[in-house]
């Protein structure tokens, strides 16, 4: 049986972390661990066993990689940003959209919240009237405004949470 060069059998591998097998594949197909499929049968990198980089995307050739490698084996448009990258952008995002929520419907009530109609028919004096729909379309677009930043704020606790979990397990460094 051919075995790749500084590889180990998955059971091996599995069985020198302490976990299962099953549970080693499943993070080889995740991008945890460095492996290779050989005559269908994983093996490891046994830089695995002390490896401590930094989690990325390798979605090319026959390794599967969940760990940072030479630039030259990532393949060009791989996505190699940080999740605390994602988590403040969220974070940004659901900022932004509460401001632009709240000047949009600010916006909208001073323009569209009253209309000008006659005080008495055929009169040419005026008065103001509420505008149902303009007032109607400010709290919609508050709403949403705040929904929006209710959402993407939730999304990032549990994103920050995922990663807390995954750091208490010992799936990342």
Do not use: C, H
Request: no cysteine; glycine share 10%.
């Amino acid at each position: 049986m051919n075995i790749p060069e500084n590889m180990l059998p998955v059971e091996e591998f599995a069985k020198t972390k302490g976990i299962d097998s099953a549970k080693v594949v499943s993070m080889i197909r995740d991008g945890f661990y460095v492996a290779q499929l050989v005559d269908e049968k994983w093996y490891v990198s046994r830089d695995e066993l002390s490896s401590t980089g930094k989690r990325t995307t390798n979605t090319g050739g026959s390794l599967t990689s969940g760990r940072e490698v030479s630039s030259s084996a990532i393949p060009s448009g791989s996505p190699t940003f940080e999740r605390g990258s994602a988590i403040l952008a969220l974070r940004i995002f659901a900022w932004i959209d509460l401001v632009v929520g709240i000047i949009g419907a600010i916006v909208i009530w001073v323009n569209f919240g009253s209309v000008e109609v006659p005080i008495f028919a055929g009169s040419t004096v005026t008065g103001d009237q509420a505008n149902p729909i303009g007032i109607g379309l400010g709290i919609a677009i508050l709403a949403q405004g705040i929904f929006l930043f209710t959402l993407f704020l939730v999304v990032a606790g549990a994103a920050e949470d995922v990663e807390a979990i995954r750091k208490k397990v010992n799936l990342d460094p």
